[in-house]
């Protein structure tokens, strides 16, 4: 089983809507999370950290569950601009390397 | 510019030659970090350094890779007698050691391409 494990995709949804994507992770001594969106043949880039009370930034909102282990990471209102990849990564406890799922693909369709 | 830079942005080279590619970390930055991408997956961790001190290193990294940061500042990833499956994306992080925040920041990569 990988650490880090996201549904590759892709998702396809219209302009407006509201999607969710969630990140399993294994270790339950990890100790911080990340959303990176990475467009294609780009570098990754910081969309958000995820607290474990939860944050929103805009029309972004990421939850940490612990008690499950997932990440999730809600978009409301969909732009074309979001169609991406999305990844998850996780550092676990007594390192300070990421690991990363494999990335969601969303396409917001017109 | 004050992000993480990588050079060369691209490398096409012949199986067998060695390659040697390099990162300048955010200047205040002490962690330093190489990942390898291929297409459909996301980045694997290869290695990092904490100033000049290289802590940690994946299997993924054989002997035909080394890295290396003798000043602290900026790195260099070379490898040697490549081979078609070292064709990737190159990616460079950092972050910085202060305080709590351990998010890294990517350079634009590197891609490479083995014939």
């Known amino acids: 089983r990988k650490e880090v494990e996201q549904d590759p995709g892709p998702f396809n949804v219209p302009e407006g809507a509201t999607v969710a994507f969630n990140c399993t992770y294994s270790?339950?001594?990890?100790?911080?999370f990340f959303w990176y969106r990475q467009d294609c043949r780009k570098e990754p880039k910081l969309l958000m950290s995820?607290?474990?009370s939860g944050n929103e930034d805009g029309r972004f909102t990421a939850q940490l569950n612990r008690a499950s282990q997932y990440i999730s990471l809600l978009i409301r209102d969909s732009k074309l601009s979001d169609s991406a990849t999305y990844l998850c990564?996780?550092?676990?406890?007594?390192?300070?390397?990421?690991?990363f799922g494999t990335g969601t693909r969303l396409k917001v369709l017109a | 510019d004050t992000g993480v830079s990588q050079d060369p942005r691209h490398k096409i080279t012949k199986r067998g030659q060695n390659v040697t590619f390099r990162c300048d970390p955010i200047?205040?930055?002490?962690?330093l970090y190489w990942y390898r991408q291929t297409l459909g997956q996301g980045p694997e961790f290869l290695t990092y350094?904490?100033?000049?001190?290289?802590?940690?290193k994946s299997r993924l990294l054989s002997d035909r890779f080394s890295a290396e940061r003798p000043k602290g500042s900026f790195s260099t990833l070379e490898i040697q007698r490549t081979e078609q499956g070292d064709s990737a994306m190159y990616l460079c992080?950092?972050?910085?050691?202060?305080?709590?925040?351990?998010?890294?920041?990517f350079g634009p990569g590197t891609r490479l391409l083995v014939l």
């Open positions: 350094f904490q100033n000049e001190a290289q802590l940690e």
């Open positions: 270790n339950s001594a990890s100790q911080s």
């Open positions: 990564a996780a550092i676990f406890s007594g390192t300070y390397k990421y690991i």
């Open positions: 200047s205040e930055h002490n962690r």
């Open positions: 995820v607290y474990s």
């Open positions: 992080a950092s972050s910085s050691a202060q305080g709590q925040d351990v998010t890294q920041y």
